[in-house]
């Protein structure tokens, strides 16, 4: 014989208006946020900006005859290629080569733009740690592209990739008037 006890049914009645009510007291409670997680846009670059940053700087560097840009390494073209050497090394590229170029420029501009939203690329040169004179050196060299590409447009550089550039430029706020 089972015996009952006197608080069973006090017991199951609790239960129940725990039940009901547990749900309807946990989403009234204030929600709030035990860790707080960095925001790319205000204080922190991407961990893949350095390299889209250098990738770009060596393309751009392609049109400068090698030379360094913003710090970051000059292009060195391979040392079994002699045509590609002196397409760099002597500025002998032709419009094609300006149109692939700027294509990977764009590309890799828009990867900077995705990872470091809302941020102008003066200030991401600058919180890369590029001094002012090597920002400045940066910013020249993908007017002088823009400029290079609008020159060739037509005539190898296609319409398509001068507006993209001057997109993407507009975008990071870097204006295409070379001083």
């Known amino acids: 014989m089972v015996r009952a006890n006197k608080f069973s049914p006090l017991v199951a009645a609790l239960v129940a208006a725990l039940a009901i009510s547990f749900p309807l007291l946990y989403l009234r409670a204030p929600q709030t946020t035990f ?16 390299g889209l940053l250098k990738q770009t700087a060596l393309h751009l560097s392609k049109m400068q005859k090698g030379a360094s840009v913003g710090g970051f390494p000059g292009f ?4 079994d290629d002699e045509r590609y050497k002196r397409k760099v090394k002597e500025g ?37 740690g590029l001094t002012s004179e ?12 823009h400029a290079t590409a609008s020159g ?6 296609t319409s398509e990739t001068v507006i ?3 997109s993407l430029m507009d975008t990071l706020g870097v204006s295409t008037w070379l001083p």
Not at 97 to 112: C, H, P, S, Y
Not at 134 to 145: D, G, S, T, Y
């Open 134 to 145: 090597q920002v400045k050196e940066f910013l020249e060299a993908l007017r002088n592209v």
């Open 35 to 50: 860790v707080e997680l960095p925001k790319t846009s205000t204080r922190y670059l991407a961990k893949e900006s350095e």
């Open 76 to 79: 060195e073209p391979p040392d």
């Open 164 to 166: 993209v550039l001057k």
């Open 92 to 128: 002998e590229y032709n419009a094609q080569d300006v149109n692939d170029w700027v294509k990977e420029i764009n590309n890799f501009l828009r990867q900077i733009i995705d990872k470091n939203p809302g941020m102008t690329l003066e200030k991401i040169l600058q919180k890369q």
């Open 152 to 157: 060739m447009e037509g005539t190898g550089v």
